[in-house]
């Protein structure tokens, strides 16, 4: 099992930024890779970012790319986000993948076993 809590949420103006952690603790070793999702208000859970522990490749949607940046050090992840929008508001997950991604599962939130609960990101005018 791996736990995971992510931090670093709240409330900023559109241009702001933020940075959001995931701690994990537990089996975190069997972690191939983590990645972040979005869930908008009235709209399904979105992918955002990845990374791949062995190599640390990472992945990131359009819809972030260039803005945001997702890091990994020890048991931490981050996820550095500039130049917010009123779009990016939505509640943020992080996930774990007990196996490899690749451009094609990375997307998909059924290929991360471990997820967290969420921290609040709102983006306003």
């Known amino acids: 099992q791996v736990q995971l809590s992510e931090s670093g949420g709240g409330s900023v103006q559109a241009g702001d930024s933020l940075r959001l952690s995931c701690a994990a603790s537990g089996r975190t070793f069997s972690t191939y890779a983590v990645g972040w999702f979005r869930q908008p208000p009235g709209k399904e859970r979105e992918f955002v970012a990845a990374?791949?522990?062995?190599?640390?490749s990472t992945y990131y949607s359009d819809s972030v790319k260039g803005r945001f940046a997702v890091s990994r050090a020890r048991d931490m992840t981050y996820l550095q986000m500039n130049s917010l929008k009123l779009e990016d508001t939505a509640v943020y997950f992080c996930?774990?993948?007990?196996?490899?991604?690749?451009?094609?599962?990375?997307?998909?939130?059924?290929?991360?076993?471990?997820w967290g609960q969420g921290t609040q990101v709102s983006v306003s005018s």
């Open positions: 996930a774990h993948s007990t196996s490899a991604i690749n451009s094609i599962n990375v997307v998909r939130a059924r290929q991360y076993n471990y």
């Open positions: 990374i791949s522990t062995t190599g640390g």
